[in-house]
T-cell receptor, first 112, second 114 residues
């Protein structure tokens, strides 16, 4: 079956540090991959996505590359800010968008 | 366009009572999804609609849960004979094919069963 495994948190970084949050997946066929972010007190927002192997999704300085050979979609940012403090969810869907599977989320706190 | 809205935002009920939640999707979105999220976990898929048709249901959706989407617009999720284990955040999301099925989430309804 389909599933997503995310790096456990919480993660605490100093401002301007490099961020990596690991995500690996198990899926049949060719899923689409997503990172969602949930800021305190708010709903989930799409951060970035990739729909096929070797695609790189990027937004707000965050990047993730769809690696089929390692079944991974790790989230990276070169220099985090305090405003990036949130919970990050990796997710996948089948290519028809019939079902979505989310990881357990990784809480990130950035300290000044 | 005001995004996906959900009502109520919070609901406290006693065990055994029935509750109903409403979701209003983004107007041009033809797909609507329901999820349940408990503390420290990611959203768990419950069911989804394409227009008014309910196309997928998770095995998590027991027979006490029912969802409808009359006329393919808003949707309701009803839980009958609530149990303490039903306490969770219930999330709604909508999407459309031209958007690559990218999902837009509402703020959720937090249910507490006492």
């Amino acid at each position: 079956g389909n599933s997503v495994t995310q790096m456990e948190g919480p993660v605490t970084l100093s401002e301007e540090a490099f961020l990596t949050i690991n995500c690996t997946y198990t899926a049949t066929g060719y899923p689409s991959l997503f990172w969602y972010v949930q800021y305190p007190g708010e709903g989930l927002q799409l951060l970035l996505k990739a729909t096929k192997a070797d695609d790189k999704g990027s937004n707000k300085g965050f990047e993730a590359t769809y690696r089929k050979e390692t079944t991974s979609f790790h989230l990276e940012k070169g220099s985090v800010q305090v405003s990036d403090s949130a919970v990050y969810f990796c997710a996948l869907s089948d290519n028809a968008g019939n079902q979505f599977y989310f990881g357990t989320g990784t809480s990130l706190t950035v300290i000044p | 366009d005001t995004g996906v809205s959900q009502n109520p935002r919070h609901k406290i009920t006693k065990r055994g009572q029935n509750v109903t939640f409403r979701c209003d999707p983004i107007s041009e979105h033809n797909r609507l999804y329901w999820y349940r999220q408990t503390l420290g976990q990611g959203p768990e898929f419950l069911t989804y609609f394409q227009n008014e048709a309910q196309l997928e249901k998770s095995r998590l959706l027991s027979d006490r849960f029912s969802a409808e989407r009359p006329k393919g617009s808003f949707s309701t999720l009803e839980i009958q004979r609530t149990e303490q284990g039903d306490s969770a955040m219930y999330l709604c999301a909508s999407s459309y094919r031209q958007g690559g099925y990218e999902q837009y989430f509402g703020p959720g309804t937090r249910l507490t069963v006492t």
